[in-house]
């Protein structure tokens, strides 16, 4: 007969597991031991459970090479990305991981293959900037997850009622405020990654005056200086007498007629903080309109970054092509292709007229 007990660390919460044999995730360190010992547990609990590892699921494999750029960039950012959230929403990402995913990423989106080298065309933190400024609003995974992690101290630190808020105010905190909680040398991983951001979500906390009590007194910024904890040192904040966990409406002498506020997190806000940036372009926002093709906008794209492969630059990497231009024997280049080429400026010329705006060749 199994006999079924409460998970060492959760009595309280009266969690009898952490892990659910559904479709799982391991995240570990690549090494040889640590594979042997995730192979050795999965083994243990298939004996136990009867439930074998289904090596036909275990793969992570992209590719579609019968796609074409902006294929492949349409599916990115709509189900990679979409599954990134997901997965850093819920539980911090190891760097190595969010490397290999990235590598990936841009093996398949470059080459349309799931691993090996890749021709990258444009700068991979190009790709990252959003539309109006010029790239392809993908989604820096590392930045992002650090948007998730703010959000998950944010939950903590608020006190929200889910059974993990409660299980970390129990077995992490013990009654000390996240803001002031000293890391330890034992601390696992995770932990810490969180605690790390700490100095970042309340850089971007806000404030607002209105109901509620749960302003703390030392770690909330509730004043223009920040968290009254930061500016005081250690005799300072013991000569005011007031408790750690102190809130706000309790500090009558400081606030009197029990001023109430709140504190918010606004995760927009954390994300601007963090991600990539660059000047608003103006052609960003007719590139990608809903009326155009998504295969010639990504032309243009590709053009707008001077970045073809256009002969003058096939001859600039040595390779031996006729640098020619095939319509009229001119020089091949960006500026040539699109707007010198005696066959351009004809194919200019009929959809300016078509447009009523042709005005003569040269304007
Ligand atoms: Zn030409």
Redesign the pocket.
Same mark, same amino acid.
């Given at each position: 007969m199994l006999v079924f007990s409460f998970h060492h660390l959760s009595q309280a919460e009266q969690i009898t597991h952490t892990r659910f044999a559904d479709d799982m995730v391991i995240v570990v360190s690549p090494t040889q031991r640590n594979i042997k010992i995730v192979q050795y547990y999965l083994e243990v609990f298939g004996e136990i459970t009867r439930l074998k590892l289904n090596c036909v699921k275990v793969k992570f494999t992209l590719g579609a090479r019968q796609l074409s750029f902006g294929g492949r960039a349409q599916l990115v950012r709509s189900s990679i990305f979409g599954l990134q959230n997901f997965w850093c929403a819920n539980i911090p990402i190891p760097k190595y991981v969010i490397h290999e995913v990235e590598q990936r990423i841009r093996t398949f989106l470059w080459d349309g293959k799931d691993k090996g080298p890749y021709h990258s065309k444009v700068a991979w933190k190009t790709l990252f900037l959003p539309l109006k400024e010029g790239g392809l609003g993908f989604k820096c995974m590392l930045s992002w997850s650090r948007v998730c992690l703010g959000k998950l101290l944010w939950n903590i630190a608020s006190m929200k009622q889910t059974l993990w808020v409660q299980w970390v105010q129990n077995v992490r905190l013990k009654g000390v405020s996240v803001w002031a909680y000293k890391r330890r040398g034992r601390d696992p991983w995770y932990w810490c990654k969180i605690l790390k951001v700490r100095p970042l979500v309340r850089q971007k906390l806000q404030v607002s005056v209105g109901n509620g009590d749960n302003v703390l007194f030392w770690y909330d910024p509730w004043c223009a200086l920040g968290p009254v904890w930061d500016y005081l040192d250690e005799t300072e904040r013991a000569s005011l007498q007031i408790p750690l966990g102190a809130k706000l409406s309790e500090v009558e002498w400081i606030m009197p007629g029990a001023r109430r506020q709140t504190v918010r997190l606004v995760q927009s806000h954390l994300w601007g903080e963090v991600r990539c940036r660059s000047a608003t372009v103006s052609w960003g926002k007719w590139l990608w309109s809903c009326y155009g093709i998504p295969k010639f906008a990504f032309i243009v794209w590709f053009l707008l970054q001077n970045r073809l492969r256009t002969k003058d630059r096939l001859c600039r990497w040595g390779m031996e092509v006729d640098p020619h231009?095939?319509? @009229?024997?001119?020089f091949?280049t960006h500026d040539?292709?699109f707007f010198? @080429?005696?066959?351009?400026a004809e194919v200019w010329r009929v959809i300016l007229q078509r447009l009523g705006e042709y005005r003569g060749a040269k304007s």
């Open positions: 231009c095939v319509l @009229c024997g001119g091949e040539h292709l010198e @080429c005696s066959y351009a």
